[in-house]
Structures are given as C-alpha cells and as structure tokens.
T-cell receptor
Framework: AQSVTQPDIHITVSEGASLELRCNYS??????LFWYVQSPGQGLQLLLK??????LVQGIKGFEAEFKRSQSSFNLRKPSVHWSDAAEYFC????????????FGKGTRLSVIA | DAGVIQSPRHEVTEMGQEVTLRCKPI?????LFWYRQTMMRGLELLIY????????DSGMPEDRFSAKMPNASFSTLKIQPSEPRDSAVYFC?????????????FGPGTRLTVL
C-alpha cells in the first residue's frame, strides 16, 4: 500500500539555525512529491513539488527539498530558520500513473525559539 | 485569482442542527476535494469530484455527511444532523483538470464547532 511517513511529530529549532524535516515514502514507483506548510489558522500552502529531473528542488520562502531514490526520502531543508517559519509541515505523495489523489503525511510541527 | 474560497470561516452550532459548508474552487480547476482536519486523526480526505461528478466518497464518515457540486464553481458539504464529534476544520482544495496527480490548492478552511 502507498504510504508516506513523517517521523518527527514536533521539532524545535533556534531562529537562524538550519532545518531539516524528514519525509519517507513507500511506493512501487517513484512518486510525485510535495511539501505543504500550514500556518496557524490557515489552509495548506504549497511550498514545492518534485515530478522528475533535478533531485534538488527549490521552493518558496527559501525552502528546498532533495529527492533521494535510494533512501525513498524527500526531506525539506532551510539553511536559516525565521520565527515566521513556525508552522505545521506536510509531505504528500502520489503515484504518477495512479488514479488516486495525493496522500498526506501526518505532519511535523515546527517551533522556533529565539 | 482569488484562490479557493470557503464560507463560513467559523461555524458554531448545536448538536442535531444541519450544517452547510461552502466552497468555490479556483476557476479552471476541474478537481475539487473536501478534507477534514482534527488533532486526533490529522488530515482526512472525505470526497473528491472531477467535472462536478463525485469520484470517490469512501472517506465520508457516515450517512449524515453529504456533498454536492451542482456546477464547476460551487460545492457544498452538508452534515445533518451534526454531532459534537464532527467538530473539526474542514478544507476544500482544487487542482487542474488533467492533474489528479498534481498539486492541490487549499482554501482557508471552515472551523466547525458542534456543541
């Protein structure tokens, strides 16, 4: 069965520190991959997506993600976190040839401390 | 584009009452999705439509829930009768016509509280 795992429920980082949020998937083929951010009281906003090609993907708000086929991972990174990055982050995957929509992970809550 | 529009943003009702949530997808998007988000269960897909036709409603929790899409620019999610356990944030999302596998664009959500 298709699945996506975000191993970390909650992460706390200091402002200015680097960030990496983990996402692992279990699929028969290389899926399409997405990262979304949900700020408090808001809907989910697309940060970036990977369909094919360059495995390092740049997104909005200074985020990037790297697809690693050998590790079945699509980790989200940011070199320097700002207090406004505090939010919930969701990884999502979908089979490129399937007939089912995106499957979302359970999310990782990011707290940023001064 | 205004993005996905949902109304109301907040709804407080009493148990047993009918609740109707509304969604206007992004113009030109042919897929529309309804989600429910709670602390306990996370983000759950309830139902999705393609070209106004319901494709998969297996996520709808009970017969008390129903969804319609009478035209390309409007959808409703109805709960009748409502129960306290229906309290959640309900999101609507839409995506392009050929992209079930493409990114979804979310509305701001409706926070429902059933007393």
């Amino acid at each position: 069965a298709q699945s996506v795992t975000q191993p970390d429920i909650h992460i706390t980082v200091s402002e200015g520190a680097s960030l990496e949020l983990r996402c692992n998937y279990s699929y028969g083929a290389t899926p399409y991959l997405f990262w979304y951010v949900q700020s408090p009281g808001q809907g989910l906003q697309l940060l970036l997506k990977y369909f094919s090609g360059d495995t390092l993907v740049q997104g909005i708000k200074g985020f990037e993600a790297e697809f690693k086929r050998s590790q079945s991972s699509f980790n989200l990174r940011k070199p320097s976190v700002h207090w406004s990055d505090a939010a919930e982050y969701f990884c999502a995957v979908v089979h490129p040839l399937g007939n089912t929509p995106l499957v979302f992970g359970k999310g990782t809550r990011l707290s940023v401390i001064a | 584009d205004a993005g996905v529009i949902q109304s109301p943003r907040h709804e407080v009702t009493e148990m047993g009452q009918e609740v109707t949530l509304r969604c206007k997808p992004i113009s030109g998007h042919d897929y529309l999705f309804w989600y429910r988000q709670t602390m306990m269960r996370g983000l759950e897909l309830l139902i999705y439509f393609n070209n106004n036709v319901p494709i998969d409603d297996s996520g709808m929790p009970e017969d008390r829930f129903s969804a319609k899409m009478p035209n390309a620019s409007f959808s409703t999610l109805k709960i009748q009768p409502s129960e306290p356990r229906d309290s959640a944030v309900y999101f609507c999302a839409s995506s392009w016509r050929t992209e079930l596998q493409g990114p979804q664009y979310f509305g701001p959500g409706t926070r429902l509280t059933v007393l």
